[in-house]
């Protein structure tokens, strides 16, 4: 077993990156349709795919969120969301956001939608202050009435240690201060389902957190055959060099 210190903003390339070659996303950009919903995770996501279609030039990741927390008195870098990124038939649609189409997405069309927690079932939940459910409420209405598939790309510095379906419950309606919790019908895909996918190795978490830039940080322990060791060492370093999280 090999150790590595991945930062958040490092982990969040490294599912980027991941789901730039994943086989669920590559069909959807054959000709149909595949949605990534603006998040900061999702930033870099988009920056990854729209640079593998040659279709980069133009987007920024900064501004590319609807909400994120940050430090008290902290402040988020100035941006303006443009529109979500939606790629229909390989091409993008400029100005466009994920309630313009949800309507007419089907079962084989892909939506990416980030999270906010990571439970120890590997279900995830997001934040929702919306009264309609903002974007989340759109996305379930074609997940669960038309079959769309939805992955959701969430770092490991988001698991949490209860069931999120307990947790939602609790924080219903009526019972909280601030936003509400909401479970998603899709697949989590976290650092860990990323470097198996690009290098065949196996990720334990094994320790957490740091400082001076370290904060949130994940200790992985990698195993695997000498190749996929080998090839995971050498992205992890690559990677390790990712700036903060200015999203």
């Given at each position: 077993m090999k150790q590595f210190v991945i930062t958040p903003a490092a982990g969040k390339r490294l599912i980027a990156r991941a789901l730039a070659g994943h086989p669920d996303v590559a069909a959807a950009l054959d000709g149909r349709t595949l949605v990534i919903v603006a998040g900061t995770t999702n930033a870099y996501v988009a920056e990854e795919v729209l640079s593998s279609l040659g279709?980069?030039?133009?987007?920024?990741?900064?501004?590319?969120?609807?909400?994120?927390?940050?430090?008290?008195?902290?402040?988020?870098?100035?941006?303006?969301?443009?529109?979500?990124?939606?790629?229909?038939?390989?091409?993008?649609?400029?100005?466009?956001?994920?309630?313009?189409?949800?309507?007419?997405?089907?079962?084989?069309?892909?939506?990416?939608?980030?999270?906010n927690a990571l439970d120890p079932r590997g279900r995830a939940a997001v934040l929702v202050g919306h009264p309609q459910a903002g974007t989340a409420g759109a996305i379930i209405a074609a997940v669960v009435g038309r079959g769309t598939k939805l992955i959701v790309p969430v770092g490991l510095e988001k698991r949490i240690s209860e069931d999120v379906d307990m947790l939602a419950a609790?924080?219903?309606p009526g019972r909280r201060?601030?936003?509400?919790?909401?479970?998603?019908?899709?697949?989590?895909?976290?650092?860990?389902?990323a470097l198996q996918?690009?290098?065949?190795?196996?990720?334990?978490?094994l320790a957490a957190g740091g400082v001076c830039g370290a904060e949130g940080a994940l200790w992985a322990?990698?195993?695997?055959?000498?190749?996929q060791v080998a090839a995971a060492?050498?992205?992890l370093k690559e990677l390790g060099k990712e700036p903060p999280c200015e999203v």
């Open positions: 279709e980069a030039e133009g987007f920024s990741k900064k501004g590319f969120r609807r909400g994120a927390v940050c430090p008290p008195g902290g402040k988020l870098p100035e941006g303006e969301l443009e529109g979500d990124v939606i790629i229909s038939d390989g091409k993008p649609l400029k100005g466009k956001q994920i309630f313009d189409v949800a309507d007419e997405l089907g079962p084989d069309d892909l939506i990416l939608k980030g999270a609790e924080i219903g201060e601030g936003p509400g919790l909401l479970p998603l019908p899709g697949l989590a895909f976290t650092e860990a389902d996918l690009l290098t065949g190795a196996r990720f334990r978490l322990g990698i195993e695997g055959n000498d190749v060492e050498q992205l």
